[in-house]
């Protein structure tokens, strides 16, 4: 990926251009100090003056009033506010008419910056002020005021905290009063520019010690660059987080969010004051020293899926290679590439107007349908459909172009979503809910509404969620990572019971599911971890630690990240912007493959020939879940677990299939489902049973009375368990009902015995009559 950028021979501007700003994605405003401000129509090429400022005016900083909020558009979208040497911002029409002139500083206004929903304005000034504004200009607060200028000012995602810079120091400081200040020394020279993005909330900072450095949110250093020849004097965002874009004297660069840099030009501009990206993040403009204004585009982005490598050539061209043959298409669209996603055979492309969907079998005929917006801020690919993500909405489309759904919740920002907070699978989409990051939003893919009741899924401040992609919706799994880095799975479907969520890893940065079976990768402190098998938590959590493969991380540098796990390769990008890959055996997608039809001899053999502990590991888990134990006892007997062999063989021995069923989802510690499904098959003792050997003393004696039935067994019980331990009975409901109870074990022995023949009987009988009515 790179910048291809374009100067005129002659400057336009007689002096130094200190602010720019896009009005659409093909039209730029440029203010200067020779007091004019220029319309630049990229389209025709055209440049044409639209006001000549009165001399007093010196501007120092433009923006435009934000188009669009959430889904609506805005009706006052047409003016930019301007700030100026002389202590005045001024709300300036898109003619160039000053609507409104207000004094705000004393000395020269520095920046001044709309919210993201234009509600307010923040101007920052040369007296040390910070100030908050109405849309019509009269002021509501004084934020902050210092010392020093403030050169910089920048709002949060949620337009509820301002981040300013103070001499070498950085604050985030929250609206509310109360709140506490966050402020840390940033740079060693000061600080010239700031700018903080709301999809990734990452901040973006640079000054007069010739570096840039991004951030989180709590001020903790994500990366510092090496030192560059001159002060940086401007940096932006992109719109979608995923790029950034620094200038300094006669230099422009193009980072990843990260920090690492993809490209760096040298052109002839004297310092670049000021850095705009268009609404779609395609192109980029800066406002030059020497009078010019630069325009550059992104080119040479690359999508790669099995043998198949795209690269965005120019900006409507697009050149695909298939590795195999060397054989190479090219694909020509009516107008710029904005976003574009390779997966599942299928290539889809969303240019300024139109979808592309190419099949990967056929590069000639592509499928093509009209966009409503023309900035499509995410692509995300499954098997049978995907998602485009624009500042509207979200929609689901097939690949013959059809809209399947689009999903929608109350509070929804589709412009701040990214793929770690959305993700798609065949049948559901997921949603992380930026205004609680405790909130995942569930829905069907195929309808758009919520999953079962509407309640979403709760867990602590989650960070990045991915579906599994294979197997039946029944058992569709979703992956968390949270703020303290822990690594969860829970199932998505949990009819109207709260959904078991089982922590499988800790310290782990990244992860992704591979595309053809429900194997988990992930960067887990500095290794790379593939579970085979996570789903085995549900059923047999200590054989989880059996089915990992963890790779040694001496091969990655630091912080990598994982990009994709197709087939058998895992795709990480280092530290440093370098791709490395990794490859993991082909035998676990193939035993899930045999798991999945049901071939267990066939997953026997494979396990045999591979000799791989966590294969067996897998296949035991695998037999558990589908009840298969004859394989479950070899597969466990393989891995040396005898307990687990011997209660195989006592599943085995139960008298009735209810009663086996319970006992493997005790087995698994579902205790409640066992004792429903012990009381649903009316074996009552065993579900009061279960509750004696689990100590549940007051469940047991709650279900014998309820039952009336073995509440001498209940008092039994627990009368040996406190004698062995030399204690007395406290308990009330306990004391209440030993009163006039008399305890004979052979009674209770007998009893016992009565109960479990005539749960054999009834179990001979049901095959008995099972017979028969499979001979009819």
């Known amino acids: 990926m790179r910048l291809k950028t374009s100067l005129l021979k002659e400057s336009k501007h007689k002096e130094l251009v200190s602010c720019v700003g896009w009005t659409t994605a093909d039209e730029l405003y440029s203010c200067s100090e020779d007091h004019q401000i220029l319309k630049w129509n990229l389209l025709t090429s055209e440049t044409s003056l639209i006001v000549k400022l009165p001399e007093e005016i010196y501007p120092t900083d433009l923006h435009w009033f934000p188009k669009t909020v959430g889904v609506k558009k ?49 101007t920052a000034g040369e007296d040390g002020q910070i100030k908050i504004w109405s849309k019509s200009g009269m002021l509501r607060s004084t934020l902050a005021s210092q010392g020093s200028p403030v050169y910089s000012v920048a709002w949060g995602p949620d337009s509820d905290r301002i981040l300013y810079t103070s001499g070498r120091q950085l604050i985030i400081k929250p609206l509310q ?53 001159y002060p940086v004097t401007s940096l932006s965002w992109a719109p979608d987080g995923e790029v950034f874009a620094v200038g300094s004297f006669n230099t422009l660069r193009l980072c990843d969010k990260t920090g690492w840099s993809y490209a760096l030009e040298k052109p002839n501009t004297g310092s670049v004051f000021s850095l705009a990206w268009s609404a779609d993040g395609t192109q980029l403009a800066g406002a030059c020293g020497n009078g010019h204004v630069i325009f550059a585009h992104v080119v040479e982005q690359h999508w790669e899926w099995k043998n198949f490598v795209i690269t965005l050539t120019k900006r409507r061209t697009m050149q695909v290679r298939n590795v195999l043959n060397d054989a190479v298409d090219l694909l020509e669209f009516r ?36 966009l409503k917006e023309g900035t499509v801020s995410l692509i995300l690919q ?26 929608k919740f109350p509070g929804m920002r589709a412009d701040i979503l990214n793929a770690q907070s959305v993700s798609l699978s065949n049948d559901t989409i997921a949603i992380r809910d930026k205004s609680d990051e405790k909130v995942i939003l569930l829905f069907d893919a195929l309808t758009g509404k919520a999953l079962g009741d509407g309640k979403p ?40 019971r709260e959904p078991k969520i089982c922590k499988i890893g800790s310290m782990v940065h990244s992860m992704a599911w591979n595309d053809a079976a429900n194997i988990l990768c992930g960067i887990q402190d500095n290794q790379l971890t593939v579970w085979y098998y996570p789903s085995v938590v549900f059923t047999d959590k200590e054989l989880l630690p059996k089915t990992l493969c963890i790779k040694d991380g001496s091969e990655f540098r630091r912080a990598p990240q994982v990009l994709n796990y197709i087939g058998t390769k895992v795709t990480l990008r280092q530290g440093d912007g370098s791709l490395v890959y990794s490859s993991v055996l082909p035998f676990p997608a193939l035993l899930h493959e045999y798991s999945i039809s049901a071939r267990w001899e066939d997953a026997l053999r494979l396990c045999c020939y591979a000799k791989d502990q966590s294969l067996w590991a897998c296949l035991a888990g695998m037999a558990m879940a589908n009840r298969e134990l004859t394989t479950a006892e070899m597969a466990y007997a393989a891995i040396g677990e005898l307990p687990r062999v011997q209660y195989i063989n006592f599943l085995r ?40 050997d689990l100590y549940n003393w007051e469940r047991a004696l709650e279900l014998a009375v309820k039952h009336k039935t073995h509440v001498d067994t209940v008092l039994a019980y627990r009368e040996k368990f406190l004698q062995k331990f030399g204690r007395k009975e406290t308990n009330k409901r306990f004391l209440q009902y030993s009163e006039g109870v008399e305890v004979d074990w052979e009674k209770i022995q007998a009893k016992i015995e009565m109960e479990l023949s005539k749960e054999r009987e009834r179990a001979a009988n049901t095959s008995v009559r099972s017979s028969v009515a499979s001979r009819r």
């Open 335 to 370: 107008d710029r590439v904005i976003k574009a996603s390779l997966a599942y055979g299928h290539l889809v492309v969303a240019t300024s107007l139109q979808c592309y969907v190419y099949n990967s079998r056929n590069w000639n005929t592509p499928l093509i349908f009209d």
């Open 382 to 407: 499954a098997e049978k459909h995907f998602l485009l993500v624009d500042g509207a909405g979200l929609y689901t489309f097939s690949y013959e172009g059809r809209l399947i759904s689009s999903p």
């Open 653 to 692: 021995e139960q008298p009735s299939k209810e009663s086996s069923l319970a006992h493997m989802l005790l087995f698994s510690g579902q205790v409640q489902e066992a004792e429903a499904a012990f009381l649903q098959a009316g074996l009552i003792y065993q579900a009061i049973q279960v509750n004696i």
């Open 74 to 122: 805005q009706a006052q979208a047409e003016i930019f506010v301007l700030t100026s040497t002389d202590g005045k911002f001024h709300l300036t029409s898109k003619m160039g008419r000053i609507e409104k002139s207000v004094e705000a500083h004393k000395g020269a206004v520095l920046a001044g910056r709309w919210n993201y929903d234009g509600t307010a304005l923040i």
């Open 457 to 496: 899924l709760t867990h602590k401040e989650v960070l990045e969620i991915a579906l599994d992609q294979c197997g039946p919706s029944t058992d569709r799994k979703i992956a968390l990572i949270d703020k303290n880095r822990d690594l969860y799975l829970t199932t998505v479907r949990h009819l109207g």
């Open 177 to 229: 009063p109360s709140a506490k200040i966050i402020q840390w020394k940033a740079h060693d020279g000061v600080i010239l520019k700031v700018d903080w993005n709301s999809v990734n909330d990452l901040i973006l900072s640079g000054g007069e010690d010739c570096k840039y450095k991004v951030w989180d949110s709590f001020g903790h250093l994500l990366h510092c660059s090496l030192s560059h020849d």
